[in-house]
């Protein structure tokens, strides 16, 4: 994390220069205001980044001597196949249609769309969270 808060601690200071020349010489709020956000937004990831990396320390990507297996963790849950994101996709183009056509179907299709959004967050909620798959 310590070179990725260096790589954009510069960019920061760069969007910070930019910001500055632009503004004093072009006069123009809108360009100005697009530079100074992003001098904060640069500045907000390379504050993070540092603040990770004294709270964890160096990653085994930092460290030249690391091994591949380093970095490997646990292997994470994959879940099954899952009929939540057809039925999502079926309720969106019938709300973007219902847009179209009238009010009902896009009534139709938000409840369906809702139910398949509510399928996919709670697919797996009553999981043990100690089992392995």
């Known amino acids: 994390m310590k070179t990725e808060s260096l790589l954009f601690g510069v ?14 010489w072009s006069e123009e709020p809108a360009g100005t205001a697009l ?10 990831v ?5 603040v990770q990396y004294r709270r964890k320390g160096r990653r ?11 970095a490997a963790g646990p292997l994470e849950f994959f879940p099954d196949e899952s009929p939540w994101p057809i039925v999502t ?5 019938v709300a973007a249609t219902g847009v ?3 009010l009902w179907l896009f009534l139709i299709g938000l409840a369906v769309l809702s139910r ?18």
């Open 116 to 133: 398949g959004v509510l399928g996919l967050v709670f697919q797996y909620a009553r999981r043990d969270a100690g089992q392995q798959q």
């Open 11 to 24: 960019v920061t200071l760069f969007f910070a220069g930019i910001a500055g020349l632009y503004g004093a």
């Open 46 to 50: 390379s504050f993070f980044n540092a």
């Open 35 to 44: 530079l100074v956000i992003a001098f904060l937004m640069g500045g907000v």
């Open 60 to 70: 085994p990507q930092d460290r030249l001597e690391a091994e591949v297996a380093d």
């Open 89 to 93: 996709a079926l309720g969106l183009a």
């Open 100 to 102: 179209v056509y009238g």
